[in-house]
Structure formats: structure tokens, C-alpha cells
């Protein structure tokens, strides 16, 4: 593509006018859900709807605006506030919000009422049955459970703060508070991979003797889940954390849910040290030449006496050869232990879900924390607050992969994630949305996804 046609294209960029289309064709309710919301705020004092307020909240995440302040002269033009009225449906809206204001009503709101936000938009793709070919041997969604810290302090901030000891470079030991997050992500196709949950990481007690872990966070995690979607056929897949028999006891024979983890020998010292009798033992299946590395993989399936377990185990290792930045050989091998039967017709694809997790793992939330997000930085020191801004740039996300998945000019341009964020702004600040767009916005029928 030449220079011109490139600028041509990118004239042909509607930015935020695409930005609603997207988000319009996939939740036509959008606007009716937010205003469903129980809000906190006293009647007789607001000027601002629920719509004004998650709208922005939305816009600036999708913007890339990371702080509140950088979003308040941003968005301060007419331009601005005549878009966020036709998003919100507000009329009346001649302003917009005041961060302050934005932060106060996020103090006040239930972070319950943005969970549920988020699960009706969940709901309506999964019905909306366009994602279905994403499902794991045409059946299974696949939940990733994922873990990570969010926001550090030298001094604690309030009574739910982690604590860890950390000895600076003097030698000295010091105390860090911090705050963690567990996501429950749901893999739609190979580009969308959504929130579908998530569990603060916290102390409930002052105690820091007992505090909270990932795995009980998990615990409670999963039990949302079931209680959001109960039929919905679920594989559970996550890091070595998750290989311990009364976790996959809970997925399996509590919620009949499905699983695949990755097997470490530090896990399932049983198991790790019989891979090796395993991948010479006669009931194990060997096949070459998978995936793009046309590595090898070695399949068991009930293992479990082997491993003294009673939960069913099922075990497979891939491994393939590459050459280190040296040009040295190497071979890398990835294990995993799951309830699925592993069959040669299955095993590539098993093999592809389990690696695909490892790579979301790296990229999601890398994404979320360098690139147009930075959920790290705090936009509010009030816990309720940061938990709800927590959740909105989950919401936000939701809508920015689907419009990246739509984008035709992203992928001819080979635009990237921050200059597709900073398009949006710049169409958000410089566009006046015209009845024609109102239009367009609201007629559009057919939006297919790459
Ligand atoms: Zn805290």
C-alpha cells in the first residue's frame, strides 16, 4: 500500500462513530443495563445520569486516558460533550462530569452492580451464538483463571491490604502493601479473550497471619461463576497452582465442569517422577509432527492410580526442538494433567488450548498494565472505588476487542493497539457525530469479526 492509499484508508477511519456501531450491534441494551443499575446517589442532587458517568468512565479507557486528571482537559471540548449525550441517551447533558464527581459515584456503587453489568454483556455473546466455533472440541468454553498484583503502597492503605516483607538493597526488610486481583477470563475466539469474573485478592481481618490466596480467591471465584452460568459447559484451565486433587474434585464433581491445568512435578510429585515410566509405559500413545513446531507429543489417559489419586488424570506432554539465541539446541516441553480423555483426534487441539493459556496469560494482562490501560495506576485511593474502575476497564476491554476484532483498517495498516486508542480520541475530541451516523450507528446489521 502506497503512502496516499494509506492516508486515504485511514480517512475512511470513523473512529468513535465505528467505536459505538461495534458496541451498539453487540448490546443494543447497553445504555437500558447501565440505567438498571441500583444507584447509590441521592436524586435530589444529581446532574448526571449512570449513562453520563460509566460512558466517560468507558471513553476514557478506550481513549487511553490513564489519569483522571489527563481525561478532564482532554475531554473538555463541545465536540465531547455532544457525543457523550447521544452515547448516554442524556439530553439534558451539557457539561461534562466532573472527575470528582465520577469518583464519588464510584465510592457509592456496588461493585455487584458492574459485575452484573458485565455478565449481561457476557450472556448476550455467548447467545448471540457468533462465538461458538471458539468452543473447545466443539463443546467446552474455556475459562482461564489468572492472577496478578494491581497496586503497591509503602504504607497500608486500608484494612483489606496484602502485606509481603521485601528486604531493600541496604539489607533492610520492609513491609509492602498491595493489592491483588484474580480474572476469570473466557476465550471467545483467538483475538477476543474477555473478562467473565473477578475476585479481589484480600485480607478480610487485620491478621496478615491469614491472608487471602489466590486459590481460596478461586474458590469463591468459581462459585460465582456456577451461580451466573449454570449450564454453561465449562472447561477450566490454569497455571500448576490449580493440578491439586481437591481443586479439580471442585471443578469436576461439584460443578461438572471440565479442566485442564499445567502439570508440574512440584504439583504432582507422583506424577512427575513417572512421566518419564509413563512416556515409555505400553498404555501410552506417542504422535509426531503436531502443531506449527511439528513437535512430539505423549498422551496417558487414567493415570490417577499412578499417581495415588483418586481423581480422574489424564496426561500429556508436548515437546518440540528450537535453537536458543546462541544457535544451541533446545527442547521445550509442556506437561498438562486434565479430565478430558485425550484421544489422537483431540490431542492437537488440547495441546493448542493449553499453550494458547500461556500466552494469554502473558499478553492480557501486560496489555492492560503497558499498554492503553494501565489498570495500575490508581484513579481513586477509596477501595470501593478502585474496585469499580477495576471492573470498568474490564467492561471497556470487552467493548475495545470487539471493535479491534471489527476494525478493518487496524489489520490493512498495521496499526497498533495505541495508535488505534489514540485514533479514538482523536475522533472523540475533532468529530461532530451527525444524524447520518446516528444512522448508520444504529442500522448496521451485519458486523463480521476476523
Ligand atoms: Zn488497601
Known sequence: MTKKEKRKRKKQDR???DFMMVANHFFH???????????????????YTQTDLTYMAILKNVCGQHSMREMEENFNKETCIATLRLMSGNQNL?????????????????????????????????????????????????????????????????D?????????????AMKLYYHKVLEAKIVLNDNVVISLGTEFIENEKEDISKQDCEI???????????????????????????????????????YHWEYLFTQKNTRQKKLGEGFEWIKSGEDTTRKKGLCKEKGTAYYANHVEELAEKEEV?????????????????????????SSL??????????????????????????????????????????????????????????LMQ????????????????????????????????????????NRYTTVYLE
Not at 160 to 170: E, S
Request: charged share 30%; hydrophobic share 30%.
Open 15 to 17: 473512529g468513535i462513530v
Open 29 to 47: 441494551a447497553l445504555k437500558e443495563w447501565i440505567l438498571e443499575m441500583d444507584d447509590p446517589r441521592n436524586p435530589s442532587y444529581t446532574t
Open 94 to 158: 451539557e457539561e461534562m462530569p466532573h472527575y470528582d464527581t465520577l469518583n464519588y459515584y464510584l465510592e457509592k456503587l456496588s461493585p455487584d452492580c458492574l459485575s452484573g453489568l458485565r455478565k449481561k454483556m457476557v450472556t448476550s455473546l455467548i447467545r448471540g451464538k457468533q462465538f461458538n466455533r471458539g468452543r473447545m472440541l466443539g463443546k467446552y468454553w474455556r475459562i482461564i483463571l489468572d492472577g496478578t498484583g494491581l497496586f503497591y503502597f509503602k504504607e497500608k492503605h486500608c
Open 160 to 172: 483489606n491490604c496484602l502485606c509481603v516483607t521485601r528486604k531493600t538493597d541496604d539489607g533492610k
Open 216 to 254: 481460596n480467591a478461586a474458590k469463591r471465584l468459581l462459585k460465582k461463576i456456577k451461580k451466573d452460568y449454570k449450564r454453561l459447559p465449562i472447561c477450566v484451565q490454569g497455571d500448576a497452582l490449580y493440578a491439586t486433587e481437591p481443586f479439580m474434585n471442585l471443578c469436576r464433581k461439584k
Open 313 to 337: 488424570m489424564n496426561v500429556l506432554e508436548y515437546e518440540y526442538e528450537t535453537k536458543d539465541k546462541e544457535g544451541k539446541k533446545q527442547i521445550i516441553r509442556f506437561q498438562w494433567i
Open 341 to 398: 480423555e485425550v484421544t489422537n483426534r483431540n490431542l492437537e487441539e488440547i495441546i493448542l488450548a493449553g499453550r494458547g493459556r500461556w500466552k494469554i496469560e502473558n499478553e492480557g494482562f501486560n496489555n492492560q498494565k503497558n499498554g492503553i490501560y494501565r489498570i495500575e495506576h490508581l484513579n481513586s485511593k477509596n477501595s470501593n472505588a478502585m474496585k469499580n474502575h477495576y471492573l470498568l476497564t474490564q467492561i471497556s476491554d470487552i
Open 402 to 441: 470487539l471493535y479491534l476484532a471489527w476494525n478493518p483498517y487496524i489489520k490493512e495498516l498495521k496499526q497498533s493497539i495505541k495508535n488505534t486508542s489514540s485514533g479514538l480520541l482523536e475522533s472523540f475530541r475533532g468529530l461532530t457525530v451527525t444524524q447520518e451516523d446516528v444512522s448508520y450507528i
